[in-house]
């Protein structure tokens, strides 16, 4: 029985999205609602008779039986309900109700989850609905996890997903690539969205886990199903593939047992996935085609040079320098706060403490007060020469913390003192 529940399970987060893709490119986005219905009762369903029967012989199949049989008993109700009340209105709605064989096809998936991702992810909304539609539409989460993944309640993110769909169907948003002389500003937004998503997952605010890998590995596979799009398969798509991958090819030395955040220095490389740093590289190599260099291809690089755990002068500069050209391209205190940091590094071999005292020196100007990262950077550079501010800065971290795996980080530094 618990085996069929993890296969149901399996199946939701993989099939859920699909069919809600090709039911909404079929009835249009206006039936999104519809869609998400027909295919949530099609998995209750499954449950139900699963659980007595035990698992059909191809199970994604049934699914795909079943939604066919859903749509056809919905729209032929809703047919005989508009005859009966509102005769005008059936006979423009016609092509509703003509509900030809459903396309399960993987192609026809494919294109239906491409469209669905340019319409999610669309600037009429806020990049918080967005990546709350991209989790729920195209990623077969559940209210409960994008909840928990915003920190929020169910009845939050239920408003905020409806209030998305409402703007979706008031601005008449269709499920069509844009023409092409949008699509380039459109893929740059879905590109930021798809970026967002990773990072949520790469470093989670969620109260019981700093490394939400389903998340990521989402994120993933919605990049690389761009790739298979001329149109979309950019330098820029590349270059964040390759940015992901290099990430998540340290999954596994992030987090032991023991220790639920296992910090770059400390980790075992032996525990590094090599199969997806070689993806990285490939990707990498892909995304210098073009003259075109966006903040994914420093990024990337960056990641690069952090699959190795060589530490030298020469990979700090390398670094400082990527950094700069990224604060050009695109300012973010995070972007500033890694700069100093490698600004330390590739100045540790001056006498006199004088890099890290340039480094405090560049710090202290950001005045990031309510990033408790900020406390940390300054924590690890005063820790060498003044203990004292050293732990001071550290508890204004703890303090500003916002999980209890990040808390428990910060005390064993100040422990480490």
Known sequence: MESGQETLKQLFQQEFSKMVAVLSRKFGLQNIETAEDIVSETFLQAAEIWGVKGLPQNPTAWLYTVAKQKTLYQFRRNKIFDKKVIPGLASSQEKYY?????DFSRQNINDSMMQMLFAVCTPLI????????????LCGFGIDEI?????????????????????LR??????????????????NNVLHIIYLLFSEGYYSKTQNQILRRDLCLEAIRLAIM???????????????????????????????NEEPLVLFEKQNEELWDKELIYRGWHYLNLSAQGNELSSYHLEA????????????????????QLYNQLLHVNYTPGVALNRIYALYKAKACLPDQRGVREAI?????LKLESSHFYFILLGELYKSFD?????????KAYTLAKTQTEKQCIQQKIDNL
Not at 126 to 137: C, D, V, Y
Not at 174 to 187: K, M
Not at 303 to 317: I, R
Not at 361 to 365: I, N
């Open 98 to 102: 003509e509900i030809e064989e459903l």
């Open 126 to 137: 806020g990049s918080e609905a967005q990546i709350g539609l991209a989790l729920r539409i």
């Open 170 to 187: 008031t601005e008449n948003v269709t499920l069509d690539l844009p023409p092409e002389d949008e699509l380039a500003g459109r893929l």
């Open 301 to 320: 690089r960056i990641a690069s040079l952090h699959c190795s755990k060589e530490d030298t002068k020469e990979k700090w500069e390398e670094i400082l």
């Open 387 to 395: 203990t004292g501010k050293a732990k001071l800065n550290f508890q």
């Open 226 to 256: 761009l790739t298979g799009y001329e149109s979309t398969n950019r330098p820029e798509t590349n270059a964040l593939i390759a940015l992901m991958c290099f990430h998540a090819s340290r999954f596994n030395a992030r987090q032991t």
């Open 147 to 167: 909840a928990e993944a915003f920190l929020s309640n169910k009845e939050t993110i239920n408003k905020r997903l409806f209030r998305a769909k409402e703007k």
């Open 361 to 365: 020196e560049e710090a202290e100007k």
